[in-house]
């Protein structure tokens, strides 16, 4: 199975950045993607960003332009850059592993995940 180790989480002012980390380990496969989501209390939890292998990335509408995912393949981490934070970005943010290529911000095909790392944004 796919370790995921998340980490970066903390306490942000509205208009700050915050990166997030998602170490990864024990991938079997060349073919991969992994996936930021993040959850609210008593919400659904939604897909942010999502990047493959070759680097093709796929972003959720409300967050492109202010979030970046990227990889070092080298080190098997997957990163979210976060800008422009608002306090609504306020939720536990999650990796998720999956084998394949196909970009989908869809969490129920992803079978791997870390512990989470707290985001919260203040006013």
């Known amino acids: 199975q796919v370790q995921l180790v998340e980490s970066g989480g903390g306490s942000v002012q509205a208009g700050g950045s915050i990166t997030l980390s998602c170490a990864a380990s024990?991938?079997?496969?060349?073919?991969?993607?992994i996936g930021w989501f993040r959850q609210a209390p008593g919400k659904e939890r939604e897909g942010i960003a999502v990047?493959?292998?070759?680097?093709?990335?796929t972003y959720g509408s409300f967050v492109k332009g202010r979030f970046t995912i990227s990889q070092d393949n080298a080190k098997n981490i997957v990163y979210l850059q976060m800008n422009s934070l608002k306090p609504e970005d306020t939720a536990m943010y999650y990796c998720?592993?999956?084998?394949?290529?196909?970009?989908?911000?869809?969490?129920?095909?992803?079978?791997?995940w870390g512990q989470g790392t707290q985001v919260t944004v203040s006013p």
């Open positions: 990047i493959n292998n070759e680097g093709k990335t």
């Open positions: 024990g991938h079997t496969s060349s073919d991969y993607v």
């Open positions: 998720g592993a999956k084998t394949g290529r196909m970009l989908l911000l869809l969490w129920q095909g992803f079978n791997s």
